[in-house]
C-alpha cells in the first residue's frame, strides 16, 4: 500500500510511539498539575469549639487529599508570598509549589494551582534512589532555596525556578560531625535567623533526633560571624520535626511522638533566641502540645507569617507517608504575643 507523505509521517509517528522503550515511556513529566480538594477543618480540638490554645488560637485548617500517585509525603513548606503561594519538598523527592487560598473571614479555604516536580541530578535526569532524595527540612530566601536531607545527609541550596527546578547549585559545610547523625534523624529544621538579631538571617539546622553524650539534639548556625555547633535540650519523648524563627529572634520548633499505645502527638516549642549560640544548650517553654484527640496527624512542616491585619501565623503541615490511615493537613493559628 503507497501512503501519503501526510498519512507515512503519522504511521511513522505511531510506529516509535509503540516502540518505545518502558524506561522512557514511564518517564514522568517534568511537572505534574495535580488537583487537590480541600475538606475545611473548622475546630482543631474534635467535637469543641474552643479556639485558644495557651498562646495560639486556631483560625482553620484544610484535609487534603487528590487522585494523584505522588501527592503526599508533604516534609516542609515555605510561603513565597504570606499565606498565599508556597514552595515545598516532599521526602519521596519532590518539589511541590501551589497557592493556599482564604475566605472572607480570613479562614484557609482551598488549594489551588498544585504542582509537582521530581528532584533532579545534575544530568537532568529525575532521581528514584530514597536514600537519596530524603528532604526533609527547607529555607527559602533571596530566590535560594536550602534543603536539609536525611540519610544521605547534606544540606544543598538551590534556585527557585516553579516550572523547571534543577540539580543543586552547591553544598554547604552543616558543620555537625558526619558521624554524630543518625541515619533518618537528620536535618529536619532548616530555617534563617532574623535578619536584625545577632545572627543576621544566617542559616540555623537542627536535626530531629541525633543526640550528643548528654542527650540533646545536635544543630547548628552554618554561616555568619557567629557560626557553630550548639544543641536543643531534649523534653521528653518528642523529635523534632521543624522550626521557624519569630519576628523578636526566638526559635519556634514543630516536634512530634509517636507511640503505638499513645498513638501521635504534636508540640509548639519556643527556643529563646539568646540561648541559639555556639557551644550552649538551647531551651525554651512548651507553647502547646496535642494528641489524637486535636486535629492533627504526623505533623512535619511549619512556617510563620505575618498577615495582612498584622497577625503573626504560624502555619503547620503533615505527612502522610502515603499511607490510607494517615492524613495531609494544613493547620493555621494566631500566635499571641500578649
Not at 11 to 17: I, P, S, V
Not at 88 to 104: K, M, Q, R, S
Not at 236 to 262: H, K, Q
Request: proline share 4%.
Amino acid at each position: 500500500m503507497i501512503l501519503s507523505g501526510g498519512r507515512a509521517r503519522r504511521t511513522l509517528f505511531a510506529c516509535m510511539l509503540a516502540c518505545v522503550s518502558p524506561a522512557v515511556a514511564a518517564q514522568r513529566a517534568p511537572v505534574e498539575a495535580v488537583g487537590i480538594s480541600a475538606r475545611p477543618i473548622t475546630q482543631f480540638h474534635t467535637g469543641h469549639d474552643e479556639t485558644r490554645f495557651g498562646p495560639l488560637e486556631f483560625v482553620g485548617g484544610l484535609e487534603m487529599t487528590s487522585p494523584a500517585r505522588d501527592f503526599g509525603a508533604l516534609s516542609a513548606l515555605r510561603f513565597l508570598k504570606p499565606g498565599s503561594d508556597f514552595i515545598g519538598v516532599a521526602d519521596t523527592g519532590f518539589w511541590f509549589f501551589g497557592t493556599i487560598t482564604h475566605d472572607a473571614n480570613k479562614r484557609p479555604s482551598g488549594v489551588t494551582n498544585f504542582r509537582m516536580q521530581q528532584m533532579v541530578d545534575a544530568s537532568g535526569q529525575p532521581i528514584d534512589r530514597k536514600w537519596e532524595i530524603d528532604a526533609e527540612g527547607l529555607a527559602v530566601k533571596d530566590g535560594i532555596a536550602t534543603v536539609g536531607f536525611e540519610r544521605d545527609h547534606r544540606v544543598a541550596q538551590f534556585k527557585i525556578d516553579p516550572d523547571n527546578m534543577k540539580a543543586p547549585i552547591r553544598q554547604l559545610d552543616y558543620l555537625v560531625p558526619a558521624r554524630e547523625l543518625r541515619q533518618n534523624r537528620g536535618f529536619e529544621t532548616v530555617t534563617h535567623a532574623n535578619p536584625y538579631g545577632q545572627h543576621e538571617g544566617a542559616l540555623v539546622v537542627v536535626s530531629e533526633r541525633s543526640l550528643d553524650t548528654s542527650g540533646n539534639v545536635y544543630a547548628a548556625i552554618i554561616e555568619g560571624p557567629h557560626k557553630g555547633v550548639f544543641t536543643v535540650k531534649r523534653n521528653g519523648d518528642f523529635d523534632i520535626t521543624d522550626g521557624a524563627f519569630l519576628p523578636d529572634g526566638d526559635l519556634l520548633l514543630l516536634e512530634r511522638s509517636f507511640s503505638i499505645a499513645r498513638g501521635v502527638k504534636m508540640r509548639l516549642r519556643r527556643i529563646y533566641g539568646e540561648s541559639v549560640e555556639k557551644g550552649a544548650v538551647a531551651d525554651g517553654p512548651v507553647l502547646m502540645e496535642a494528641d489524637i484527640g486535636y486535629q492533627i496527624d504526623n505533623m512535619e512542616g511549619l512556617d510563620v507569617w505575618t498577615r495582612d491585619d498584622g497577625a503573626l501565623i504560624v502555619s503547620l503541615i503533615s505527612d502522610d507517608n502515603h499511607s490510607i490511615l494517615q492524613r495531609n493537613l494544613y493547620l493555621e493559628f494566631i500566635l499571641h504575643q500578649d
